[in-house]
């Protein structure tokens, strides 16, 4: 049964359609508030469910099902869709400067825009490599060298990630398995990443099988070299290492859009959003932010997809008690362990927790049903009476 419950006409503004967004507004759709006018600025019509774009990428997911209809979405939560980019924000008048229309004002204002990979000042880095955030734009280069396999399925081209990480050994081995269904089609991957093993953050067990199947995949592992300069063909590593490289794709460690910091926000150093316990930013109580932009002060994790969609009931709920200025806000406490689970593009998957790791096929169909599951919140919904 719909809850309703007066507001005054007061205006909440979302800006990025991040799973936290995207979990709050079907709840905004199933209790209605009346009298709260929601706007969502998003510049996409379709935003990525990050769980599922690595099989997405491998080839075992299309479009639609990994992507979830903002527009259905906004229209079951009641609200508005404006499909334009956020640049900056007038915290003097309260209002979000977009880039192609008018300000627009807002009473209360929570952001969700994900992150973007550090560029950091290499040269040739804004220039020839493709970040793998923004994923649309990613997926639009990606699908562009799988096309052109069509065109000249004999091409030989060689592939450079830059970035060790969970993301970039997941985006080495699912690119492997789409390519592979590719006849003919002669690709070379580079792995290159500037630690001494990859993924850092996972206990050695994940890490040595993770190497194990990198290398049976034919996926060539430069460590310890940092890249100094990137062309349109080669990467060069400061070792003086020049590996050939015609797409070269960034997923270093994640950074923050300019004009967050730029608009007067509480930041951490990597120009994330400060927020309390309340998911409030913490020089600005009118303003929340949830998911990989927003650095919990008292609690910091990762910058992981699970942690933004567990964000996404406790903003709804902080978003609803603060229109009326009636309810004291609920603080949100992370979990501090969680269950890691990498896809090894072949229909397996490899978990990690804490120092454990296994590997199992298992484990992929589990994630899979987990994965339809979450989706499936967002199709089909019901044309709510207002």
Request: aromatic fraction near 8%.
């Amino acid at each position: 049964m719909k809850e309703s419950l007066q507001t005054n006409g007061k205006d909440l503004v979302l800006i990025g359609g991040g799973h936290s967004h995207a979990i709050a507004l079907r709840l905004f759709g199933i209790n209605h508030r009346s009298g709260l006018r929601i706007t969502l600025i998003s510049d996409v019509s379709h935003t990525p469910y990050s769980g599922m774009l690595p099989g997405h990428i491998a080839g075992f997911y299309n479009f639609a099902e990994c992507h979830i209809d903002l527009q259905s979405l906004t229209r079951f939560a009641g609200a508005k869709l404006y499909i334009d980019q956020a640049i900056g924000l007038d915290l003097d008048r309260n209002r979000v400067i977009c880039a192609n229309r008018p300000p627009v004002p807002f009473d209360i204002l929570s952001i969700d825009i994900g992150s973007t990979p550090a560029q950091e000042s290499v040269p040739g880095v804004a220039e020839y490599t493709i970040p793998a955030k923004p994923v649309p734009q990613f997926l639009n280069q990606w699908q562009k060298i799988i096309a052109m396999s069509a065109i000249d399925p004999e091409k030989s081209i060689s592939l450079g990630i830059v970035g060790g990480g969970a993301g970039g050994v997941e985006l080495a081995l699912t690119m492997a398995r789409r390519i592979q269904l590719i006849p003919a089609f002669n690709v070379k991957i580079h792995l290159i990443h500037r630690g001494a093993a990859l993924t850092p953050s996972y206990n050695q067990w994940v890490q040595k099988r993770l190497d194990q199947i990198l290398s049976d995949r034919g996926i060539s592992i430069h460590l310890r070299e940092t890249v100094s300069q990137v062309l349109p063909d080669r990467i060069i590593c400061e070792s003086g290492l020049t590996i050939p490289s015609n797409y070269t794709f960034w997923v270093t460690h994640a950074s923050a859009a300019n004009w967050i910091k730029e608009s007067g926000l509480a930041t951490d150093g990597n120009g994330f959003i400060l927020v309390r316990d309340t998911l409030q930013s913490l020089s600005h109580p009118h303003i929340f932010a949830a998911g990989d932009i927003a650095t919990m002060v008292n609690h910091p994790r990762p910058k992981a997809g699970v942690f933004a969609v567990r964000q996404g009931k406790p903003l709804f709920e902080n978003l609803s008690r603060s229109i009326p200025d009636s309810k004291a806000l609920q603080e949100y406490i992370p979990q501090q362990r969680y269950l890691s689970l990498i896809g090894t593009g072949d229909g397996s998957a490899i978990a990690s927790w804490g120092p454990f790791g296994w590997q199992s096929p298992l484990l992929w169909h589990w994630k899979d049903r987990i994965d339809h599951q979450f989706m499936a919140q967002f199709r089909n919904l019901p044309e709510m009476a207002r």
